[in-house]
């Protein structure tokens, strides 16, 4: 099965533990308020790889990556679990681990057979009431909170992201409402909270696409740290 990806970092220290590879798939369901990645939410107009292709590239990074492994991200990757699952037994064999960084609103029995054989998950918990989520992502709150379960229910290691944007997620009450979320899972290892910038401006001029916070500031530093007092306070 043939897949589209959009580009492959070769090292991040961001999206996984230790030293990764980061495969950013392409297609996405949502279209959240603040992307970041307006680039990866179509799959037209990109050549179709072949998995043994992608994971011979991947495999010249072995010497740095042993320790840490590849992350699939996006776009969402989970549109493509089975490309992903092809590429996952080859990096496997070859000894390497494999993370996927996804907002969990995909689900069928191509991503149930991935998350059998996946090491560990990067979930995005983007908003934390059912109304906020629909509204700024055209997701559901809900079908993250599934797939949470699915993590749960398969010991899958998991690190839990929320970006935060001044003015829509930004008050102590969403990130004590996200720490209630969060509570019962015992597979979430780090949950880490992500303030909002606005580096992706030139993405969307250049996508002709309107960054529908143009106008929202990026969240500070000092509110950034109030809020994660919150969060990891008593
Ligand atoms: S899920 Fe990720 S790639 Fe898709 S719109 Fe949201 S932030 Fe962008």
């Not at 699952?85 to 064999?93: G, I, K, P, Q, Y």
């Not at 109304?131 to 379960?149: A, I, N, P, Q, V």
């Not at 010991?155 to 009450?173: E, F, S, Y």
Request: net charge negative.
């Amino acid at each position: 099965m043939e897949g589209y990806i959009h580009s492959v970092q070769s090292f991040s220290t961001l999206d996984g533990p230790g030293i990764r590879s980061v495969v950013f798939m392409a297609g996405c369901p949502l279209r959240c308020v603040y992307c970041h990645n307006p680039d990866t939410w179509t799959m037209t107009n990109l050549p179709k790889t072949e998995p043994s292709d992608l994971v011979g590239r991947l495999c010249r990074f072995i010497p740095y990556i042993k320790r840490g492994g590849v992350t699939f991200s996006g776009g969402e990757p989970l549109l493509q679990a089975e490309f992903i699952s092809e590429c996952t037994d080859a990096l496997h064999e070859k000894g390497l681990k494999v993370a996927v960084d996804t907002c969990g609103n995909v689900y069928n029995s191509q991503v149930a057979k991935l998350l059998d054989n996946i090491d560990m998950a990067l979930l995005d918990i983007k908003f934390t009431t059912e109304e906020d989520y629909r509204r700024h992502t055209g997701g559901s709150l809900k079908s993250t909170l599934d797939f949470m379960g699915e993590l749960e229910s398969r010991g899958i290691r998991t690190w839990i992201r929320h970006v935060v944007v001044p003015g829509l997620n930004d008050d102590a009450q969403d990130i004590e409402r996200l720490k209630r979320i969060i509570e019962p899972y015992k597979v979430i290892e780090k949950t880490e909270l992500l303030p909002f910038r606005k580096l992706c401006v030139e993405k969307y001029e250049k996508l002709g696409v309107k960054l529908r916070l143009a106008d929202t500031p990026e969240l500070t530093e000092e509110r950034l740290k109030e809020l994660e007092a919150v969060l990891y306070g008593d």
